[in-house]
C-alpha cells in the first residue's frame, strides 16, 4: 500500500514568504546602513586632508616693508650686516701728498765716546762696557732739505745690530735713546752732556743680529720747530757700570762706513707734508 505524497499545509506558505521578506528588508537595511557609515567615513578623511594641509602664508608687503632684514622677492633672512668698528671709522688715512725723505748719519758725527775720554767716529758705533770704560753711541742726521714748516707724520731711525761681544743684554739691560745737541764735532765731552730729554724710547731688548727701530717724530719736529739744522741721538745702556772681562760686554752697529761689512748703515726715515 502506497504512502500518500507529503505536501505542506496551505497555512505555512504564507508564513515562510513573509519570513523571506523580512531577511531580505533586513539585508537591505543593513546594506544601506553600511553604505552610509562608509560614505561618511570617506568624506570625514578627505575634508580631514583637506583641512591639514599646510599653507605657508605669503607675508603682506607691510610687514615686508617692516622687515628689512628680509628679501621680498625670496622670503628668506638677510645676511647681517658688516658694521665697522670705532678704529676703522676714526682711522685717519695718509695724505695724498705726504712725502719721504731718507737720511743718512753724517759720517764724522756717528761714532761712540768712552766714558774714559776716548772714542772713535771712523768706526762702528759701539754700547756696552769692560773692564775699564763704559762706551755709549752717537748719531746725527742734517734736516736741510725738509722745511721747518713741514707737518711730520712719521720719523723712525733704522740701526742694524750686526755684532755682538760677551753678555752686554745681561749687564747692561736694555739700551735707551737720548735727545740732545753736541754741536758739529764728536768728542770725549758728548759723553757727559746733558740731554736735552733722556730715555725719549728704548731702541732695543735683545741680541738678534737685526735692524732695532725707534721713532723719534716728536724730537724731530721740536728740532725743526727750534730752527735745528740737525736731529742728534744717544743711545747707551740702562746700568752702565765698568767690569766684566778685557774683550767687554758690547754691542756693534753699523755706521756710516760700513766697517762691518753688513751694507746696512743707519737711517732716519722722515714722512711729511
Known sequence: M??????????????????RKSNVNKLLIITVVFLFVVGISVASYFLGAKSGKSVTPTPTPQLLLTNPSYDIATNTPLPTPTVATDSARTKTPTPANTRTKILSTVS????????????????????????????????????????????????????????????????GGSIK????????????????MPALVSNIATLSTNTILDWKEVDVAGYVKDDLANARSTSQFRIHFTKEVTGGEKSGDFVFFEAYEDTLKSGNTPKLIVKYN
Do not use: C, M, W
Not at 725738509?146 to 755682538?164: F, G, H, P
Not at 735713546?177 to 757727559?192: E, F, K, N
Open 2 to 19: 502506497e504512502s500518500p505524497p507529503f505536501t505542506i499545509p496551505p497555512q505555512q506558505i504564507p508564513q515562510q514568504q513573509n519570513s
Open 108 to 171: 764724522h758725527l756717528d761714532g761712540y765716546r768712552l766714558s774714559n775720554e776716548e772714542g772713535d767716529h771712523r768706526t762702528e758705533i759701539k754700547v756696552g762696557r769692560d773692564n775699564k770704560s763704559v762706551a755709549r753711541g752717537f748719531l746725527t742726521f742734517e734736516l736741510g732739505s725738509i722745511s721747518q714748516q713741514a707737518n711730520i707724520q712719521e720719523a723712525v731711525i733704522r740701526l742694524y745690530q750686526a755684532e755682538i761681544i760677551g753678555n752686554p743684554y745681561s749687564v
Open 177 to 192: 735713546v737720548d735727545h740732545l745737541t753736541y754741536g758739529d764735532s764728536l768728542d770725549s765731552s758728548d759723553y757727559v
